[in-house]
């Protein structure tokens, strides 16, 4: 179960134990390959649980949304691609109110 379900569900022990066995198996794929809408779903569960993780992720997760716009820059605007998805606009929102 994913660690936003188990931290909605009020299982705050069990969210944080996956969070740590995700984290450490993006760390050793050696990050988040692009993964922006995990990494956004990994922030709002530890930002709930008042994870100081949570700005870490966040990062990761702005850091692959950019790296995937620009990807797709040549087939759809920027701008374009960063309002495009609940997720994406998600990411910006809490990158601009860090």
Do not use: F, K
């Not at 760390?27 to 988040?32: D, K």
């Not at 709002?44 to 870490?56: I, K, N, S, V």
């Not at 701008?79 to 990411?91: G, K, V």
Request: charged share 20%; aromatic share 6%; hydrophobic share 50%.
């Amino acid at each position: 179960m994913s660690v936003r379900c188990l931290q909605l569900l009020g299982e705050p022990a069990q969210a944080l134990a996956e969070a740590d066995a995700l984290l450490a198996e993006v760390q050793e794929g050696g990050g988040w390959s692009g993964c922006y809408d995990g990494a956004n779903n990994l922030y709002h569960a530890l930002t709930a649980m008042g994870d100081a993780r949570a700005g870490a992720v966040l990062a990761a997760a702005h850091q692959a949304l950019v790296l995937e716009a620009d990807r797709v820059a040549a087939y759809v605007p920027r701008d374009e691609y960063m309002r495009s998805q609940i997720a994406t606009r998600e990411i910006c929102a809490a990158w601009a109110a860090a």
